[in-house]
């Protein structure tokens, strides 16, 4: 199983990032997908997840209307697309199949001036 998350970067507050995850070695069709993140000192939360046929999505209330998750199917890759991005959006962000033991490398994203 392999999970490569691409995208990251430097980016001054207000800007924005598109992370993308490809994933290989397991059914990518058959999992709800998720982006987290884990910033310094702090536990992993959950930033938004994407039902298998992709209808179905959910976001922390902290990136509700700047952040949108997507996937691609045909492309066994998932998107996050960062919007207004803040400071406090800083941290490794990780792609993850729920109900599965499978996390990518994690990318770091870092908003900052």
């Known amino acids: 199983v392999q999970l490569v998350e691409s995208g990251g970067g430097l980016v001054q507050p207000g800007g924005s990032l598109r992370l993308s995850c490809v994933a290989s070695?397991?059914?990518?069709?058959?999992?709800?997908m998720g982006w987290f993140r884990q910033a310094p000192g702090k536990e992993r939360e959950t930033v938004a997840t994407?039902?298998?046929?992709?209808?179905?999505?959910n976001y922390a209330d902290s990136v509700k209307g700047r952040f949108t998750i997507s996937r691609d199917n045909a492309k066994n890759t998932v998107y996050l697309q960062m919007n207004s991005l803040k400071p406090e959006d800083t941290a490794v962000y990780y792609c993850?199949?729920?109900?599965?033991?499978?996390w990518g490398q994690g990318i770091q994203v870092t908003v900052s001036s």
């Open positions: 070695g397991f059914t990518f069709s058959r999992y709800v």
């Open positions: 993850h199949p729920t109900s599965s033991t499978y």
């Open positions: 994407v039902s298998t046929g992709g209808s179905n999505r």
